[in-house]
């Protein structure tokens, strides 16, 4: 890996991002952990660069504000993917730099190399074929989730899922490596898109607390619950089992890239995937139980799917 005077130390970059992993993503950790060092720490520094992303779009600034800081991230990546590029920096990424210098003080791209976040994504990008560019598509998740933006049909929470998640299954696909480089990033999207519903169906009330209602209005409707998503308790049920029917779907096709990795990266991706394909089991036998907080799956339960992920087994 290439380090430049002045730049923050491979090591030290990746530490700081694996540290982050473990504090914030214990899903994720059970999953990387099951790769090699070199994949494990390009894994981490990807997870580390969409929680910044995350955090911005979830924290207590004014829509305004976030969508500045966000501005600014996707410069960043920007430049990012023009060094993963080679160096080749098109207009639309210059005028991208500009941006940043104008937004945050900063004229050149030091923070690339001293941040140890994008650091660490640098770094990784070095070592495999990562789109960096699909960190775009996490932001303008998050753009939308600033912009009280609306959710009329199932396609456009596909779409939310595929911009929040299904860009990480990419991302992550650039380490892992796929025996069909056509086939894999479909199939990649798809079992996001999985995981993203799951989510959805998990945060019901934390996302309602926050005014954010990513089920389908027309399905709302249908089951005739508050567009709120606060009630009546059963119909809300009912609404929870039916997308839960839909997510199951997005798992059986998705779960088709794992018998295009190899033994350890298909490890990985079924014991994070396996993680909340048993969380989506728990929601389907107490979906009521979204309403009062979020479910979890036990400790002892993912160290089950992790140590059956290992062992070759699909979730």
């Not at 994070?272 to 394909?277: A, H, L, P, T, V």
């Not at 389907?284 to 139980?289: F, G, I, L, Q």
Request: proline share 4%; net charge negative; aromatic share 8%.
């Amino acid at each position: 890996m290439t380090q430049t005077a002045g730049a923050m130390p491979p090591e030290a970059a990746f530490e700081k991002c694996l540290e982050i992993t473990r504090r914030e993503a214990k899903n994720f950790y059970y999953g990387i952990r099951l790769l090699r060092p070199p994949k494990r720490r390009a894994m981490a520094a990807l997870y580390a660069l969409a929680r910044r992303i995350d955090d911005i779009g979830d924290g207590d600034d004014t829509a305004e504000a976030k969508r500045t800081q966000l501005g600014v991230l996707r410069a960043k990546v920007r430049r990012l993917a023009g060094k993963r590029a080679g160096g080749q920096v098109s207009q639309a990424q210059m005028e991208a730099q500009m941006e940043v210098s104008v937004q945050d003080g900063q004229a050149n791209s030091s923070d690339l190399t001293t941040d140890p976040v994008l650091a660490g994504v640098a770094y990784a990008a070095e070592q495999f074929p990562i789109p960096v560019e699909a960190f775009e598509e996490i932001i303008e998740g998050c753009v939308q989730d600033s912009s009280d933006h609306a959710y009329h049909t199932i396609d456009d929470t596909v779409h939310y899922c595929r911009l929040v998640a299904g860009s990480v299954g990419r991302l992550s696909l650039g380490v892992f490596g796929c025996d069909n480089p056509e086939l894999g990033p479909v199939l990649a999207d798809d079992l996001g898109v999985a995981l993203q519903l799951t989510n959805i169906l998990r945060d019901i009330k934390e996302d309602a607390e926050m005014g954010r209602v990513y089920l389908p209005a027309e399905d709302i409707a249908k089951f005739d619950c508050a567009a709120d998503l606060s009630g009546p308790r059963e119909n809300v049920a009912e609404l929870v089992l039916f997308e839960a029917d839909r997510a199951e779907e997005w798992f059986e096709r998705g779960f088709e890239l794992l018998w295009h990795l190899d033994r350890r990266s298909r490890a990985c991706v079924s014991a994070m995937s396996g993680i909340y394909f048993r969380l989506l089991r728990h929601i389907r036998k107490r979906p009521e139980a979204v309403m009062d907080g979020r479910m979890s799956v036990p400790a002892w339960e993912k160290s089950w799917v992790a140590a059956r992920s290992l062992a070759g087994f699909r979730p």
